[in-house]
């Protein structure tokens, strides 16, 4: 059985398609990073970097102590590579997945998550961001141009089959609008879109935990202003004594 710690955003939902996908038992432990479950000494136990999601596999290959995986693009590769699947195994077609993968956790999550912090900030509280919100934008433009040039030469990411590589840079896609973006400028970006919003595990591990959402607009203002004390602008912690 695997233990996903796990909050219904792009980040957890990567590692949700990939389970359903694989047909892959696994049990969720949400982690409410609105309300700081990421910051208690039980989570950095598990994930010094204090973010989920985190996997705990109870059955690891080795048949020793359950092993704990952090980062979603670490856990997809633990679990493809557990289950043989989406993961090929020719040097060549697996190296061309890592770049793709390693590109979306170093370029397209963390572009768009600026772009999307930048775009929603209370500007009469912190001044006018128009300066980042354009660099963001126009950032996460190019972006969605590099997805684009890359399937209009190949059906999938990684080439002309399905992989790791395709269901890890989906979900940070589904919010385009929100980006700033328009999806008609890109022709082929938007025919592979439309084609993962089809299957039916992608579905699945999109919906996973929806349940668990909270609209902090409703919360109190105080509420509201404690939250973002503590999630934004975060300093080192320090080491414990």
Same mark, same amino acid.
């Given at each position: 059985?695997?233990?996903?710690?796990?909050w219904?955003?792009?980040?957890?939902? #990567? %590692?949700?398609?990939?389970?359903?996908?694989?047909?892959?038992?696994?049990?969720?432990?949400?982690?409410?990073?609105?309300?700081?479950?990421?910051?208690?000494?039980?989570?950095?136990?598990?994930?010094?970097?204090?973010?989920?999601?985190?996997?705990?596999?109870?059955?690891?290959?080795?048949?020793?102590?359950?092993?704990?995986?952090?980062?979603?693009?670490?856990?997809?590769?633990?679990?493809?590579?557990?289950a043989? #699947?989406?993961?090929?195994?020719?040097?060549?077609a697996?190296?061309?997945?890592?770049?793709?993968?390693?590109?979306?956790?170093?370029?397209?999550?963390?572009?768009?998550?600026?772009?999307?912090?930048?775009?929603? %900030?209370?500007? #009469?509280?912190?001044g006018?961001?128009?300066? =980042?919100?354009?660099?963001?934008?126009?950032?996460v433009?190019?972006?969605?141009?590099?997805?684009?040039?890359?399937?209009?030469?190949?059906?999938?990411?990684?080439?002309?089959?399905?992989?790791?590589?395709?269901?890890?840079?989906?979900?940070?896609?589904?919010?385009?609008?929100?980006?700033?973006?328009?999806?008609?400028?890109?022709?082929?970006?938007?025919?592979?879109?439309?084609?993962?919003? =089809?299957?039916? =595990?992608?579905?699945?591990?999109? =919906?996973?935990?929806?349940?668990?959402?909270?609209?902090?607009?409703?919360?109190?203002?105080?509420?509201?202003?404690?939250?973002?004390?503590?999630?934004?602008?975060?300093?080192?912690?320090?080491?414990?004594?």
């Open positions: 059985m695997i233990d996903l710690h796990y219904p955003t792009p980040n957890g939902k #990567k %590692v949700t398609i990939l389970l359903e996908e694989l047909g892959m038992p696994y049990k969720i432990m949400p982690v409410n990073i609105g309300m700081g479950d990421q910051f208690t000494a039980e989570f950095l136990e598990m994930n010094p970097n204090h973010r989920m999601p985190v996997m705990v596999d109870h059955a690891p290959k080795d048949g020793g102590k359950p092993l704990v995986v952090f980062e979603s693009g670490a856990i997809m590769m633990y679990l493809a590579e557990k043989g #699947k989406f993961y090929p195994q020719d040097l060549r697996r190296h061309e997945v890592n770049e793709w993968l390693i590109w979306q956790m170093a370029n397209q999550g963390p572009k768009s998550g600026e772009c999307g912090h930048f775009r929603r %900030v209370d500007t #009469k509280e912190h006018e961001q128009d300066y =980042a919100v354009r660099r963001f934008t126009d950032e433009n190019r972006l969605y141009g590099v997805l684009n040039n890359r399937l209009y030469k190949h059906e999938y990411l990684a080439g002309d089959q399905y992989t790791i590589a395709d269901m890890i840079c989906y979900p940070w896609t589904l919010n385009w609008k929100f980006q700033g973006q328009d999806i008609e400028e890109f022709k082929y970006f938007k025919r592979w879109f439309e084609m993962m919003g =089809a299957r039916p =595990a992608v579905q699945k591990g999109m =919906a996973a935990g929806a349940d668990l959402s909270v609209d902090r607009e409703k919360l109190p203002p105080e509420e509201q202003a404690r939250i973002r004390k503590m999630l934004y602008n975060q300093r080192a912690r320090p080491v414990p004594v």
